[in-house]
């Protein structure tokens, strides 16, 4: 089966892909005491951090998870386990078993890595991609994406009122604002920031900065392929990816760190369980 991108990115928009194909199915339940206008809409943190955790728990239920002996859970927690908060924000990690290259993040700190990601870069790239991701949630793009998914959804519905009246969300309106989520482009502003995060974070925490570049170069080449026209179609509102991966070795050499990236290899598979022994004991005759 084909690799098909997607945005990485509500965790990456070329780290950036930011689009999901799945189908949100809400339940019965209503979210209440959002409020809704088109003159004066406003939605907190709070707001965002509970409608994108709404949709992750659906999304998980939806999505093969790696479990927690899995090869590709074990990895991601040995890479980013020490890396759950952060200034504002809480972070918690999963892995989903598909095939395609994708990773996301949501307002609630959610991180979803998929396992096609997780197969085609090592450690440091990893790093380099999940970074920029966490970069989205740290500098709040997480919750603009929902808000603008929320927006639109209540443009949409026209049920909006001009004086912003608290209402409740039905279910069929969470699911429209699920898919407008995720169907979502963040600025170009916002990826290059995001961006900047990755790479300082790198730079912070003793990591080869280098991989950020050789990230982006991995996607550039994949998008060359039988793949490029849906590239073409989703970034057409971002930098691309060898443009992202000039401005991280430009970032690097500024620094004084540049040095051409060599991929290390790639383990996805748990330790094997070695066998124990046990010997015997004889007794010496008297």
Do not use: C
Request: no cysteine; charged share 25%; net charge positive.
């Amino acid at each position: 089966m084909k690799k098909k991108f997607i945005v990485l990115g509500v965790l990456f928009a070329t780290f950036g892909f930011t689009r999901m194909n799945a189908q949100i199915s809400f339940g019965d339940k209503a979210i209440g005491a959002v409020q809704k206008g088109i003159t004066s809409f406003t939605l907190s943190n709070a707001d965002a951090a509970k409608l994108s955790k709404e949709a992750v728990v659906k999304l998980d239920a939806e999505h093969e998870i790696a479990g927690p002996t899995d090869g590709y859970t074990l990895r991601l927690n040995r890479v980013f386990g020490k890396y759950t908060t952060g200034e504002g924000y809480t972070l918690n990690y999963k892995v989903y078993k598909v095939k395609e290259v994708n990773a996301f993040a949501t307002a609630d700190g959610s991180v979803r890595v998929y396992s096609g990601l997780m197969d085609i870069m090592d450690d440091n790239e990893l790093l380099a991609v999940i970074g920029h991701e966490i970069g989205h949630v740290a500098n709040n793009d997480s919750r603009d994406a929902m808000r603008a998914a929320y927006q639109k959804e209540a443009l949409i519905d026209g049920a909006a009122s001009q004086s912003a009246t608290i209402t409740s969300v039905t279910d069929s309106q969470l699911g429209k604002i699920g898919s407008a989520m995720i169907d979502s482009k963040h600025s170009r502003k916002q990826e290059a920031e995001a961006d900047l995060f990755s790479y300082n974070f790198m730079k912070k925490n003793g990591y080869n900065v280098n991989a950020e570049e050789s990230a982006f170069r991995i996607l550039a080449k994949m998008s060359e392929g039988a793949e490029a026209s849906f590239i073409d179609q989703m970034m057409s509102s971002h930098p691309d990816s060898k443009k992202r991966a000039d401005d991280a070795k430009a970032r690097a050499e500024k620094d004084g760190l540049y040095k051409a990236y060599v991929q290390q290899k790639i383990v996805n598979t748990a330790p094997s369980k070695k066998a124990t022994t046990t010997k015997k004991t004889t007794k010496k005759k008297k």
